[in-house]
């Protein structure tokens, strides 16, 4: 063979060498068709938002019968959920169905889309992510169970791989921290990268056999080897059953987070409360050397919290003293309160504690009235004497209340305190804020009290 002859050879099997290295570097679609490169097109953990963990896998070869009918050979699901329940990307269920060709998984798309959006709206116009891409949303109480949530449900198509993305916010995700159509496209990208990179590990590269040929025959290019692969029929198994998800673990620092958000919000949510307790003071009293007895006292009121820090409240306060048998005394109280969470804790919590510091302006009414004798003593009829009197003053006090959260939009709250009214009256009225002859005056006393209010959020 001539030296020209023998380089032609060498040349020829450098481009079949080459070609056939292409064919396996290089293998494009169909993607996901054998066990270990269908594992590959899943997201994997450095794909998500925030530190997440796997808590469900259920991936492997073999697909339903609604599927299979189209050629299906793998499908699964692979549930992640992040550590932290107040991040955004929260929960993310990440589907797979592979088919032979493109063709099989473009008609497989359109006869299960209705599994496929479990029953949800759609998004009009989804972001573009591979082909064929529709996209579904959940907001508010969609399910009818009380529970405000935002979820997305993304599917597309890669070729001949359909993938669907399930991706809900966290339940505790805060107003800055909302899931939008745009995070979950990127997380589609990403799914994207990673079919395209599953490249089969089934097959693999064979050699190229090459022959020396004799020196009077044409020498002949040899051709790359082709590795055709072949759906291979499998029969359909049953669904597995997912194993129960756990609940996800509570961040370091969460409740701190969320009382900081909550501070910092410029307008939360409102609450109207409807209150009644009893009252009684501390103490004996007596008035004119004669023992005075509280027989009944009570409050009624109405309130709001209208800021983290800002309670407002109207309240009727009456009580009656006597001193059996000559003279009564009734006592009424009109105030505005202005109260002071120390605590000020998110009002949505299921529950919450909640310590007011109190402090009101109001008006007084006292009346009194006196056995003075009898007019006529053959009429044994006593001759009462009425005094009235009104009064300006204040209260200061506190209290503390256990808020507990029924439902999103009520709750109870019992709670109890202690207050010190503090008014001046006309008249010479005995609950004036001074001594009765030489005695402690009833008006000025300590009180405690004990009731139960009830919640109605307002408007945000």
Same mark, same amino acid.
């Given at each position: 063979? +001539?030296?020209?002859?023998?380089?032609?050879?060498?040349?020829?099997?450098?481009?079949?060498? +080459?070609?056939?290295? +292409?064919?396996?570097?290089?293998?494009?679609?169909?993607?996901?068709?054998?066990?270990?490169?269908?594992?590959?097109?899943? /997201?994997? !953990?450095?794909?998500?938002?925030?530190?997440?963990?796997?808590?469900?896998?259920?991936?492997?070869?073999?697909?339903?019968?609604?599927?299979?009918?189209?050629?299906?050979?793998?499908?699964?699901?692979?549930?992640?959920?992040?550590?932290?329940?107040?991040?955004? &990307? #929260?929960?993310? *269920?990440?589907?797979? #169905?592979?088919?032979?060709?493109?063709?099989?998984?473009?008609?497989?798309?359109?006869?299960?889309?209705?599994?496929?959006?479990?029953?949800?709206?759609?998004?009009?116009?989804?972001? !573009?992510?591979?082909? @064929?891409?529709?996209?579904?949303?959940?907001?508010?109480?969609?399910?009818?169970?009380?529970? %405000?949530?935002?979820?997305?449900?993304?599917?597309?198509?890669?070729?001949?791989?359909? &993938?669907?993305?399930?991706?809900?916010?966290?339940?505790?995700?805060?107003?800055?921290?909302?899931?939008?159509?745009?995070? $979950?496209?990127?997380?589609?990208?990403?799914?994207?990268?990673?079919?395209?990179? !599953? %490249?089969?590990?089934?097959?693999?590269?064979?050699? $190229?056999?090459?022959?020396?040929?004799?020196?009077?025959?044409?020498?002949?290019?040899?051709?790359?080897?082709?590795?055709? &692969?072949?759906? &291979?029929?499998?029969?359909? +198994?049953?669904?597995?059953?997912?194993?129960?998800?756990?609940?996800?673990?509570?961040?370091?620092?969460?409740?701190?987070?969320? =009382?900081? @958000?909550?501070?910092?919000?410029?307008?939360?949510?409102?609450? =109207?409360?409807?209150?009644?307790?009893?009252?009684?003071?501390?103490?004996?009293?007596?008035?004119?050397?004669?023992?005075?007895? %509280?027989?009944?006292?009570?409050?009624?009121?109405?309130?709001?919290?209208?800021?983290?820090?800002?309670?407002?409240?109207?309240?009727? *306060?009456?009580?009656?003293?006597?001193?059996?048998?000559?003279?009564?005394?009734?006592?009424?109280?009109?105030?505005?309160?202005?109260?002071?969470?120390?605590?000020?804790?998110?009002?949505?919590?299921?529950?919450?504690?909640?310590?007011?510091?109190? /402090?009101?302006?109001? /008006?007084?009414?006292?009346?009194?009235?006196?056995?003075?004798?009898?007019?006529?003593?053959?009429?044994?009829?006593?001759?009462?004497?009425?005094?009235?009197?009104?009064? =300006?003053?204040?209260?200061?006090?506190?209290?503390? !209340?256990? *808020?507990?959260?029924?439902?999103?939009?009520?709750?109870?709250?019992?709670?109890?305190?202690?207050?010190?009214?503090?008014?001046?009256?006309?008249?010479?009225?005995?609950?004036? %804020?001074?001594?009765?002859?030489?005695?402690?005056?009833?008006?000025?006393? #300590?009180? #405690?009290?004990?009731?139960?209010?009830?919640?109605?959020?307002?408007?945000?």
């Amino acid at each position: 063979m +001539t030296a020209p002859g023998r380089a032609g050879v060498r040349a020829l099997c450098v481009l079949a060498a +080459t070609l056939a290295f +292409t064919s396996v570097a290089h293998a494009g679609p169909p993607w996901g068709t054998d066990d270990a490169s269908f594992q590959a097109t899943y /997201l994997q !953990a450095g794909d998500l938002a925030s530190p997440s963990d796997m808590t469900g896998d259920w991936a492997k070869a073999g697909c339903e019968p609604g599927a299979a009918q189209f050629g299906c050979t793998h499908w699964g699901k692979k549930l992640w959920t992040a550590k932290d329940a107040s991040t955004a &990307v #929260w929960q993310v *269920h990440d589907l797979r #169905w592979v088919f032979p060709s493109a063709d099989a998984a473009q008609r497989f798309m359109p006869a299960a889309m209705e599994e496929l959006r479990e029953g949800l709206p759609p998004v009009n116009t989804p972001p !573009a992510v591979g082909a @064929d891409t529709r996209m579904f949303t959940a907001q508010g109480d969609t399910y009818g169970i009380g529970i %405000e949530v935002i979820m997305y449900n993304l599917v597309f198509r890669v070729d001949n791989v359909v &993938v669907k993305l399930f991706v809900a916010q966290g339940p505790e995700a805060q107003q800055r921290k909302i899931l939008t159509p745009l995070m $979950v496209a990127a997380l589609g990208q990403k799914a994207v990268e990673r079919i395209r990179a !599953a %490249e089969p590990r089934g097959v693999a590269a064979a050699p $190229v056999p090459v022959t020396q040929p004799e020196p009077s025959q044409p020498v002949e290019p040899v051709p790359a080897p082709s590795a055709p &692969v072949e759906a &291979v029929p499998v029969e359909p +198994t049953p669904t597995p059953t997912p194993t129960p998800e756990p609940e996800p673990r509570r961040s370091k620092g969460r409740l701190a987070g969320e =009382i900081k @958000d909550y501070w910092r919000s410029s307008s939360p949510s409102s609450y =109207i409360f409807v209150g009644g307790d009893y009252s009684k003071a501390f103490g004996e009293y007596s008035l004119s050397g004669l023992k005075l007895q %509280e027989k009944s006292a009570f409050d009624i009121s109405i309130g709001a919290l209208l800021h983290p820090r800002a309670y407002v409240q109207f309240m009727f *306060h009456r009580d009656v003293w006597q001193v059996p048998k000559v003279e009564e005394l009734l006592v009424r109280r009109v105030e505005f309160i202005y109260g002071f969470d120390v605590l000020a804790l998110p009002p949505d919590w299921r529950v919450r504690p909640a310590l007011m510091v109190l /402090l009101g302006f109001g /008006l007084g009414f006292g009346r009194r009235d006196s056995l003075v004798g009898e007019a006529d003593p053959n009429l044994p009829v006593p001759t009462v004497n009425e005094g009235r009197a009104i009064g =300006i003053g204040g209260l200061f006090g506190g209290d503390f !209340a256990l *808020h507990i959260r029924v439902t999103r939009k009520f709750e109870l709250a019992p709670y109890a305190g202690v207050t010190l009214p503090a008014y001046a009256y006309t008249n010479d009225f005995p609950a004036a %804020e001074r001594h009765i002859d030489g005695e402690r005056g009833f008006g000025r006393a #300590w009180r #405690w009290h004990a009731g139960l209010k009830i919640g109605f959020q307002g408007s945000r």
